[in-house]
């Protein structure tokens, strides 16, 4: 395809134009990648952009008012990010927030608004889950069907800037797919990876949740009375020849793409209760499958594996075994304390020890093992506010400085057995919820919110 831009004419319903380009590698990253926008760009694999605006002719008032939707595409075809500028599109105002949508690789999408404070979260904008039904959503992928449409009937001709017709450049544009089209696509991934992930480790929200899912064991067996994430609690360790084969599937699904990633995560919810060497077989073949390579200096990290694990797992390995999977790639581990008051604990996480959970955080910062934590606003209601956030505070002083702390707001879920407690427990009102989370942020310098992302 030409470096340069071209213009799209249709005769179709909409007065649109569209201009068609492609996005040049980053050379500055050996080719990993392509430009967002002229700085870092989160390595979301993006080969080709359409900017989509009305045409109102000599209208230019009324044109004025209308922003302009661009949409980013992989090598395949599919969306990996639409953003609009403007407040209206047709007869439909934005209020003149500007949003941006990224697609994870599930199909989920996260909408974000920049003028969001980043004190919250740490990132540049503040993420939202979309769902059908939502504003930006539903426009969006109605304007995506239909320059489908478009492409599909021929019924367009392509101009360069300066006018000239340019057939052959309709011809450089990739098949690009629908919204049917992403949601066989999600569900192609997820038939691969045997189902919906119900969360993602929270760090991964630095990387815009952009990441390769690999399956090695299902269910968490933690027993949170406020969790229904995973319906079947009891641990099942997937053989490993049906975790190579789930990683051979979801290489060939993600085709060239694969080069724009650069984590991967293990799920679900706790991994390492698989056996080491299973576990570090796993990795090794996810990190050679994937082409991540082990040289500081190469465009691919050498340490790209991240997943969720309870405490009790971490000391079931000895840190040999934990410096074993450290060099075969795991390098990120995130873990639910909720809560560091003692008497809660018990509550809502029946068996958990905070002396052991010490313990499991200093085996891993030992062998160089990053560690994220969660803890929950409002877990224990009224009855425990006070403590919750005292008590908590306290325990977290008493770990390695190196750990990074993410908060999220609890989720009253009528299919938890938490919703049977709270009846004694006095749940928080809203405005006692930000109070807490308020709290939490001044004592926890180092605390992001996150969100439960589904993949």
Known sequence: MSNKWFRIEHNFKSPWMIEWSPIPPRDSLKGRGFDLWSGFAFNIGRTHKALIYRDHGKEKQESATNGMFKFDFDSHGRVVMVSYTGDRWGEISFDNYKPEMHRLLSGTWIEGRWEHSTN???????????KEGDKIYDVSMGILDELVYILEKDQVKALDIAGRD???????????KNHEGLLKESARLHSIIGGQIPVMPPQLALYHYHAIPVRVQNGCGGGCTYCDFYQNRKIEILPLEKVLKQIDQTAEYLGE???????????????????????????????NKFG???????????????AFARYKSILAKSEEELAHLREQGLHYLNMGLETGCKE??????????????????????????????????GLGG??????????????????????????????????????????????????????????????????????????
């Open 257 to 287: 793409e694969v080069d724009h990633f650069e984590q991967v995560v293990l799920i679900d919810g706790d991994a390492l209760t698989v056996p080491t060497e299973q576990l570090a077989e796993e990795i090794r073949y996810a990190r």
């Open 344 to 377: 809660l604990v018990q509550v809502v996480k029946p068996g958990q020890e905070l002396d052991g959970f010490r313990e499991a955080v200093r085996r891993l910062v030992n062998v160089d093992i990053k560690v994220s934590i969660n803890i929950i606003v």
């Open 382 to 455: 009224k009855k425990f506010a006070d403590r919750h956030v005292n008590e908590t505070a306290g325990f977290l002083q008493t770990l390695p400085p190196e750990i990074t702390v993410f908060y999220a707001y609890l989720e009253r879920k009528a299919t938890s057995r938490y919703a049977q407690q709270e009846n004694l427990l006095a749940p928080l009102e809203t405005g006692e919820l930000i109070k807490q989370a308020e709290v939490f942020r001044r004592l926890i310098p180092k605390a992001y919110k996150y969100l439960f992302i589904p993949m």
């Open 292 to 306: 991540f390579r082990p040289d500081e200096t190469a465009p691919r990290p050498w340490n790209f594996a991240q």
């Open 120 to 130: 919250e979260t740490g990132l540049n904008y503040h993420p939202t889950i979309m």
């Open 166 to 176: 340019h057939a052959d450049l309709l011809e450089a544009i990739p098949p690009v």
